[in-house]
């Protein structure tokens, strides 16, 4: 069973930085659309940034654009997510969303803590 595991949430401070990263095994990770997306306490999912399979083309929600960066390694089956110039309402749960088969194939992780203090 394909079950991504994210890992490197934690607590900082307001302007701070995290990476998130997250692994999975047992597919061509190649082959696959990888997102983070996230949850707040009380809302819905955000989709956060995504990179496609093949040209690796990036998209961001307008709430992150210039401060967080999604990049992919292929040949170790991870993705991550830099945060930059963190701000409160970026708190959230984090997951990792790996999509592919013309969206048949639908992995989600367990999800990683972002807590950012004021």
């Known amino acids: 069973e394909v079950q991504p595991v994210e890992s490197g949430g934690g607590l900082v401070q307001a302007g701070g930085s995290l990476r998130l990263s997250c692994a999975a095994s047992?597919?061509?990770?190649?082959?696959?659309?990888l997102s983070w997306v996230r949850q707040a306490p009380g809302k819905q999912r955000e989709l956060v940034a995504t990179i496609t399979r093949g040209r690796g083309f990036t998209n961001y929600a307008d709430s992150v654009k210039g401060r967080f960066i999604i990049s992919r390694d292929n040949a170790k089956n991870t993705v991550s997510l830099q945060m930059n110039s963190l701000k409160p309402e970026d708190t959230a749960v984090y997951y990792c969303?790996?999509?592919?088969?013309?969206?048949?194939?639908?992995?989600w992780g367990q999800g990683t803590q972002v807590t950012v203090s004021s």
């Open positions: 969303n790996v999509v592919g088969g013309g969206g048949r194939l639908n992995y």
């Open positions: 047992g597919l061509t990770f190649s082959n696959y659309d």
